[in-house]
């Protein structure tokens, strides 16, 4: 059986690329509903991001909208584990937060609210400091 040729790793500066690129789409990207017209929002939403991805870089692997979608599903999800991992351990949330996650908190605070919320959070202005 032939199968799909696995795409390479994405970078940390193609990461930082595509949340830069999902920023300003990011109130389409993050409604959750079943609609029909929402649905093909979206999808257009993710096919101008992946023109818009692979016209930055010469240098890099072309991806598919499915590609990038699905690593901003995996961006979003590593940061809510990170945020809670932060959480139980008590460490220092400044400095521990990797670059991806902090992006993810700036355009989706409900991640961190929510994340911490369910486990007797810190105060909002400790996670507000995680944007600055």
Not at 7 to 24: H, R
Request: net charge positive; glycine share 2%.
């Amino acid at each position: 059986m032939v199968g799909k040729a696995r795409s390479s790793n994405f970078t940390l500066s193609e990461k930082l690329d595509l949340l830069k690129l999902v920023k300003p789409y990011v109130k389409i990207l993050e409604q959750h509903t079943n609609k029909h017209s929402v649905i093909v929002e979206k999808n257009k939403c993710w096919d101008i991001i992946a023109d818009s991805y692979n016209a930055i870089g010469v240098d890099r692997p072309p991806r598919t909208a499915q590609g990038l979608r699905t690593l901003y599903k995996r961006l979003k999800e590593y940061a809510k584990q990170e945020l809670l991992q932060q959480k139980e351990t008590h460490a220092d949330y400044k400095s521990y937060i990797s670059e991806p996650t902090k992006k993810v908190v700036e355009m989706i605070p409900q991640i961190s609210s929510v994340c911490l919320r369910e486990r007797n959070s810190l105060p909002w202005h400790s996670i507000r400091a995680l944007t600055k």
